[in-house]
C-alpha cells in the first residue's frame, strides 16, 4: 500500500477552546489560522508537518452513535511519556475513559490512555509495547473500541 495518512480534520464547536487544548495540553503547534469569522480553522503540527486541522463547523459535539470518526490515536515514544501526558491531561481536567494505562487487549505488550476532548471526540496516546501487565477493560473486545 503506498497511500499514509497526511493530516486528520476535525470539526469542533470553539476553535479557541480546541486550539488551547491541543496546542497547550497536548503539545501540538500552531502553524496557521483562518480567522474570518465564518471560516475559522486552525492548522496544528510538530513544526514542520502538518497533522491535524480544526475546523469550526460543528453545532454540536461529537456523538459516537453517528458514522464518521471513531477516534483519534497518537502514539508516544515510552509509557513514561503516555504519564506525562496523562498527569497534564488530569490536571485540565479532561474526561478519561479508564483509569490510568490499560492494555490494548488482554496480555497485550501495547496499550496506552483514553480520553475525550473538549467536544467530546475520543482520543488515544498509546505505545507499542511497554504496557505489558496493564490492565484490559475488557477480555473479549480491543480497549479502544468501545470507550
Given at each position: 500500500?503506498?497511500?499514509?495518512?497526511g493530516?486528520?480534520?476535525l470539526?469542533?464547536?470553539?476553535?479557541?477552546?480546541?486550539?488551547?487544548?491541543?496546542?497547550?495540553?497536548?503539545?501540538?503547534?500552531?502553524?496557521?489560522?483562518?480567522?474570518?469569522e465564518d471560516?475559522?480553522?486552525?492548522?496544528?503540527?510538530?513544526?514542520?508537518?502538518?497533522?491535524?486541522?480544526?475546523?469550526?463547523?460543528?453545532?454540536?459535539?461529537?456523538?459516537?452513535?453517528?458514522?464518521?470518526?471513531?477516534?483519534?490515536?497518537?502514539?508516544?515514544?515510552?509509557?513514561?511519556?503516555?504519564r506525562?501526558?496523562?498527569?497534564?491531561l488530569?490536571?485540565?481536567?479532561?474526561?478519561?475513559?479508564?483509569?490510568g494505562?490499560?492494555?490494548?487487549?488482554?496480555?497485550?505488550?501495547?496499550?496506552?490512555?483514553?480520553?475525550?476532548?473538549?467536544?467530546?471526540?475520543?482520543?488515544?496516546?498509546?505505545?507499542?509495547?511497554?504496557?505489558?501487565?496493564?490492565?484490559?477493560?475488557?477480555?473479549?473486545?480491543?480497549?479502544?473500541?468501545f470507550?
Amino acid at each position: 500500500m503506498t497511500l499514509r495518512t497526511g493530516h486528520i480534520g476535525l470539526n469542533v464547536t470553539d476553535l479557541d477552546r480546541s486550539l488551547a487544548f491541543y496546542r497547550d495540553v497536548l503539545g501540538f503547534a500552531l502553524i496557521g489560522e483562518g480567522k474570518e469569522e465564518d471560516r475559522r480553522y486552525a492548522f496544528l503540527g510538530d513544526g514542520d508537518h502538518l497533522l491535524l486541522t480544526l475546523w469550526q463547523q460543528a453545532g454540536e459535539p461529537y456523538a459516537a452513535d453517528r458514522a464518521g470518526l471513531h477516534h483519534l490515536a497518537f502514539a508516544a515514544d515510552s509509557l513514561d511519556r503516555v504519564r506525562e501526558y496523562e498527569t497534564a491531561l488530569r490536571a485540565y481536567g479532561v474526561d478519561f475513559a479508564y483509569d490510568g494505562v490499560v492494555a490494548h487487549h488482554e496480555g497485550a505488550a501495547s496499550g496506552g490512555i483514553f480520553f475525550h476532548d473538549p467536544d467530546g471526540t475520543r482520543l488515544e496516546i498509546s505505545v507499542h509495547s511497554g504496557a505489558q501487565g496493564a490492565p484490559a477493560p475488557s477480555q473479549s473486545a480491543p480497549t479502544c473500541g468501545f470507550f
